[in-house]
């Protein structure tokens, strides 16, 4: 008897539904959220609403202003009928001032209110950030998913944007030996933006900021690289379909010295008349060791590892070094780059009489 | 089948709900550089405490540690030995199920209020009410159905590893780790294998079993005990994990998988240490009854129970902060020691003079 009771009771514990439920159709669910500093210092936090009807998707734009970026949201919360949920928030924009202003308010809010998913998108925007979260092109097509999607691999993204996701640069911000390139986006004509380059970061500010071409090797450093990408070089243009580096880190206490060894693996898209492969090679490694000489160099000025040369040393250093790495070891660092080109094959398309030569004379070329 | 194997789901559950919680963040706490030190010093330490603790229980067969003690010694020796023994188990219950709502309120639902989590506790008084065979299948049946969802959680938080992270790997050479008050707490992960002692007559427990349990222990629980660390410290590195309170939930949290329906693996983790840690608990509350019963209150052991679970409910409602959370693990050191380390060694004393009386 008291069994049966007990069980008549326990629905009533368990159907009562959640404590705090909020049906969906009574929440917002901002896709991105961007924060910039209006001429008072304060945050205008705006946020990207995604609204569904009938077959369309409309785009709802909502900012505040206050003193912090909480209380900012805390303020859009009051102007809005429906509850704002930031969990699926999936892209979090800084204006490009305030990222040279400091980074650190937004990262640690971000990370420690449990609201946002550290696994969000972080990117710096260089126009206007409220024209830029609340365009949307003609059809709509891209008003939901579609900033998102742009860092996606499995959409839009290439090898040349870098992506940098909130925890990534919140480590960035407190590791000693590594730091983290964040993408900047700008206000396109046709499209809704435009991948212009990546900022990098000393003390938690935006120090300066690289192009998309110094953004691909930085993928390629940090063994991101994936899919395809295209080289287009004076006398052919050729498709690098694999890269990878081997990095060997030596002597810490004199002079520290990073030798890299890229691997890059090419198919041939279109070539002149008449060229011979080891041209082709000869100006690819020539062209990458060019860009990896003037990134290294802006790198080294700016106190910014992002290519990962310090993790190498890692188990060389001592605790002070450590510490001292960015600031004191880091600009000391000499930096070599080998590159080693392999043309899997040429296309369709055999390769012309002069290429068979050229095998004859140095059979097995490029093997070691 | 379920009965001779059971147990041994129940012993790594123990450990599971114990090292994930609060053992990430006392470690990294407690030492920046070379973390396999202090884990292996706390790993053999347990090892060796377990392999006394068996020694004396399969010297006795049938018998539990109340027993044990009372035919060593008497009964006021084990009324005296064990009070500490069952405060540590109160504190423990207190302490999971406290910081286990805390996570559910960080990762699942802000909003929802204490108290009303805190009513979790109510499904382990449920399991603890029934038979102690009862709990042991259930411990079972949720190890099967949530081992395969944590090794899946821990596989696919691989994707953001990067290996240099676990430099340097050297440790320090000035052992400083050892005074560290954080690293006296990390002990609270090697407690579990007390509960075995109690529940010693219910589960088959001879020589072979000894070797077994062991070998569990050094297969299975001491590489758990190094991914709650080299996880997040693969992912993270050593700076920016030392500032997380619960780094292998950061850990879960970076997990991205596009194809997964569901968005957050992390959920599918809180909810598996949660269960292990419900079913710990039901264990937990059985055998405090059990030896208020035998030893101090002879009534029924359900009323004990019930008892037991109130006490904890409102021991766990009087904690208002993590801080409260962090002052309880601190001051529960000595009892933790006690109960570990001492309590074992001092039963082994006890049967050794116990069997030179006898045989001279």
Not at chain 2, 309 to 320: E, H, P, Q
Not at chain 2, 330 to 340: A, E, L, P
Request: one cysteine or more; charged letters at 20%; hydrophobic letters at 50%.
């Amino acid at each position: 008897m008291k069994s049966r009771l007990l069980l008549v009771l326990l629905p009533l514990l368990l159907l009562s539904a959640c404590w705090d439920s909020k049906d969906i159709n009574k929440r917002a669910l901002p896709i991105a959220l961007g924060i910039s500093k209006n001429e008072n210092h304060n945050y205008k936090v705006g946020l990207r609403i995604p609204e569904p009807h009938n077959s369309s998707t409309n785009i709802r734009y909502v900012q505040a202003e206050a003193p912090t970026i909480g209380q900012a949201i805390e303020r859009i919360r009051m102007k809005m009928a429906d509850d704002i949920d930031l969990l699926h928030l999936k892209l979090i924009l800084i204006s490009e001032p305030l990222a040279k202003e400091g980074l650190r308010d937004i990262v640690e809010y971000a990370m420690q209110s449990n609201s946002i998913q550290p696994k969000a998108m972080v990117a710096i925007v260089r126009s206007d950030m409220s024209k830029f979260l609340s365009s949307m092109d003609e059809d709509g097509e891209e008003a939901g998913q579609g900033l998102s999607d742009f860092f996606s691999k499995q959409a839009g993204w290439t090898p040349h944007i870098a992506t940098a996701k909130i925890w990534e640069v919140y480590r960035a911000l407190y590791f000693y030996t590594e730091d983290i390139a964040i993408p900047i986006l700008n206000k396109d004509e046709e499209t809704m933006f435009q991948f212009v380059g990546s900022a990098i970061l000393h003390e938690k500010k935006m120090v300066d900021s690289i192009t998309p071409d110094e953004t691909l090797l930085y993928n390629i450093f940090q063994g991101k690289y994936d899919d395809a990408h295209m080289e287009v070089m004076n006398h052919a243009s050729v498709l690098v379909v694999d890269a990878n580096v081997k990095m060997k880190a030596t002597g810490i206490e004199q002079t520290p010295k990073v030798s890299s060894k890229l691997k890059v693996v090419v198919t041939i898209e279109e070539m002149k008349e008449g060229t011979m492969q080891s041209v082709i090679e000869e100006e690819l490694s020539k062209l990458l060791k060019k860009r990896f000489d003037l990134l290294t160099k802006k790198l080294k000025t700016n106190h910014s590892d992002i290519l990962g040369f310090g993790q190498r040393f890692r188990n060389q250093m001592s605790d002070a070094q450590l510490k001292a790495w960015r600031d004191d070891i880091y600009p000391k660092l000499e930096t070599e780059l080998r590159v080693e080109v392999v043309i899997r094959n040429e296309g369709s398309i055999k390769s012309e009489i002069g290429d068979v030569k050229a095998y004859k004379l140095e059979p097995l070329k490029g093997r070691k | 089948m379920i009965g001779k194997i059971a147990h041994y789901f129940t012993f790594i559950m123990i450990h599971i709900s114990l090292l994930f919680l609060v053992y990430p963040e006392n470690i990294f706490e407690s030492t920046s550089k070379g973390h396999w030190l202090p884990i292996l010093i706390g790993c053999i330490l347990e090892f060796l405490l377990l392999w006394l603790y068996l020694r004396v229980l399969v010297a006795f067969p049938k018998l539990d540690v109340i027993e044990i003690i009372n035919v060593t010694a008497s009964v006021w020796v084990s009324r005296v030995l064990l009070l500490p023994i069952v405060f540590h188990f109160f504190t423990c219950i207190i302490l999971l199920i406290r910081s286990h709502v805390e996570i559910v309120t960080i990762v699942l639902c802000p909003n929802m209020p204490i108290w009303v989590l805190m009513l979790l506790i109510g499904i382990s008084l449920f399991a603890a009410l029934s038979d102690i065979s009862a709990i042991l299948r259930a411990s079972c049946v949720v190890a099967f159905i949530f081992i395969p969802v944590i090794i899946f959680c821990f596989i696919s938080s691989l994707q953001n590893i990067e290996l240099p992270n676990m430099m340097p790997i050297s440790p320090s050479n000035s052992f400083s780790f050892l005074q560290s008050p954080k690293f006296h707490s990390s002990f609270f992960a090697f407690g579990g294998y007390l509960v075995l002692g109690f529940i010693r007559p219910y589960i088959p427990l001879e020589v072979p079993q000894k070797w077994r349990y062991l070998q569990i222990f050094a297969i299975v629980i001491v590489p758990l005990f190094f991914i709650s660390i080299y996880l997040p410290l693969l992912v993270f590195g050593q700076e920016p994990v030392s500032k997380y309170l619960f780094p292998m939930i950061e850990a879960m949290e970076t997990i991205d998988l596009y194809w997964l329906v569901f968005e957050r693996v992390t959920i599918f983790y809180v909810a598996v240490t949660l269960s292990f840690v419900i079913m710990y608990i039901s264990l937990l509350i059985w055998v405090s009854s059990l030896i208020l019963q035998k030893l101090y209150l002879p009534i029924s052991r359900n009323k004990l129970a019930i008892c037991v679970a109130l006490v904890c409910y409102v021991g766990g409602n009087l904690i208002r902060s993590w801080d409260e959370i962090e002052w309880l693990l601190f001051n529960d050191t000595v009892i933790r020691f006690y109960s570990i380390i001492a309590f074992p060694c001092l039963l082994s004393l006890l049967t050794f003079i116990h069997r030179r009386r006898t045989t001279a």
